[in-house]
Structure formats: structure tokens, C-alpha cells
């Protein structure tokens, strides 16, 4: 009896070991035809909170990742709504642009939770943090790239 053979043309026995998808001293790249891969399920968006934003700040801090950081570069704190490509510039509750992400003067069509006083404390989970320079969103992340 062979240790090694193949059926239907995927390699099976001690040599089709697989690690998630590594397979070990195989030439044939094909998982065998029972493995069963590390499936990794994506995270589910959360939605975006006050805290959140602090601790995005907190990350990117001293940097262009920041309002402060990327302002002479010509970037506004804005927020994307990734469901819609709606841009919505970081405002006040009375309509003025702020100069950093606030979640009182985004429309209702984003704010999923309010506190008892009416204020908006969530934001739907499809609403990322960013920038407008342009008219065009960068993340924090594109954001600080360009702003070195």
C-alpha cells in the first residue's frame, strides 16, 4: 500500500498535510479534496461612537491622520457613508464646519443611536472618519500618507 497517491488528481496522504492552505513537501498546490481551510469570517462593521473617534486620534496622533495634523495640507474632517458615497463635512449641531470630527451636525439618515437629550451617540456602521481635500474622501490612514 503507497503512502502517498492521488485521487482525482489532488494529492493525498502525509505529503498533503495542510496548515490553513501551506502544504508541506507537496508539489501539487491543490488542497486535498476533505481538507478544510481556516475560514476567517470579516468583522462585522461596528458602529462609529465618540469613543471611536478618540481612539482613531489617538492612533494617529501627531500626524496626518489628524485634523490638526493634515490642515495646511488642505484636508476638512469629513465622514463617508460607504452604503450611499455620500461625503458629509464634520459640522456643529448649528450647521457651522468644525474643525474636527463631531457627530451632532450629521443628518439623521446616518446617526443609528441618540441619547435621552436628542444628541447623536452612533453613527450607522457603513459611516467611516476621514477627510475631504479636493472634493475627494481620503481615510485617516490615506490622509496621513500625504500629509508627511
Not at 36 to 52: D, M, N, S, Y
Not at 95 to 118: K, S
Request: charged share 20%; proline share 8%.
Amino acid at each position: 500500500m503507497a503512502r502517498f497517491g492521488t485521487v482525482g488528481g489532488i494529492q493525498t496522504g502525509a505529503a498533503a498535510r495542510i496548515t490553513g492552505y501551506e502544504f508541506l513537501n507537496s508539489r501539487d498546490r491543490r488542497p486535498p479534496m476533505n481538507a478544510r481551510p481556516a475560514i476567517r469570517f470579516p468583522r462585522a462593521p461596528t458602529a462609529l461612537t465618540a469613543e471611536a473617534l478618540r481612539q482613531q486620534n489617538r492612533r494617529f496622533r501627531g500626524g496626518g491622520g489628524v485634523s490638526a495634523g493634515n490642515r495646511a495640507w488642505g484636508f476638512v474632517p469629513a465622514f463617508l457613508d460607504t452604503a450611499t458615497d455620500r461625503i458629509y463635512r464634520a459640522c456643529f449641531a448649528d450647521g457651522r464646519p468644525a474643525p474636527m470630527h463631531l457627530l451632532e451636525g450629521l443628518p439623521p439618515a446616518v446617526v443609528a443611536a441618540r441619547d435621552a437629550a436628542g444628541r447623536p451617540i452612533a453613527l450607522q456602521p457603513t459611516v467611516r472618519a476621514g477627510f475631504v481635500r479636493d472634493a475627494r474622501f481620503y481615510t485617516r490612514e490615506q490622509a496621513a500618507g500625504v500629509a508627511r
